[in-house]
Nanobody, 122 residues
Framework: QVQLVESGGSLVQAGGSLRLSCAAS????????MGWFRQAPGKEREFVAA????????MYADSVKGRFTISRDNAKNTVYLQMNSLKPEDTTVYYC???????????????WGQGTQVTVSS
């Protein structure tokens, strides 16, 4: 019913920037919250950022505040994560998610993408 496809993950030098994209299909995009999470092998999936249906509200994990920016283009059914001042500890797989309620818990989201790898070299 709902499909999310992430792109933009790459290898980047510490201090550099990347922009991740997530294209959504299968639901009325502007009616749903979009979020970004990340998960390293053997670790729990952790919240990164979320944006409300219309883009009027955003929230971020403390570890990325001031460095990452979430945005959405509802005409393109796409959400973005602009990542600046990247650090080696940002290295992991990033996942896009959508759900009916605005929040930082995995329980707020009912559909997930397959993930895109971000690697930050020191």
């Amino acid at each position: 019913q709902v499909q999310l496809v992430e792109s933009g993950g790459s290898l980047v030098q510490a201090g550099g920037s990347l922009r991740l994209s997530c294209a959504a299909s299968g639901r009325t995009f502007s009616s749903y919250v979009m979020g970004w999470f990340r998960q390293a092998p053997g670790k729990e999936r952790e919240f990164v950022a979320a944006i409300s249906g219309t883009g009027g509200r955003t929230m971020y994990a403390d570890s990325v505040k001031g460095r990452f920016t979430i945005s959405r283009d509802n005409a393109k059914n796409t959400v973005y994560l602009q990542m600046n001042s990247l650090k080696p500890e940002d290295t992991t797989v990033y996942y896009c998610a959508t759900g009916p309620s605005y929040g930082r818990s995995r329980m707020n989201y009912d559909y997930w993408g397959q993930g895109t790898q971000v690697t930050v070299s020191s």
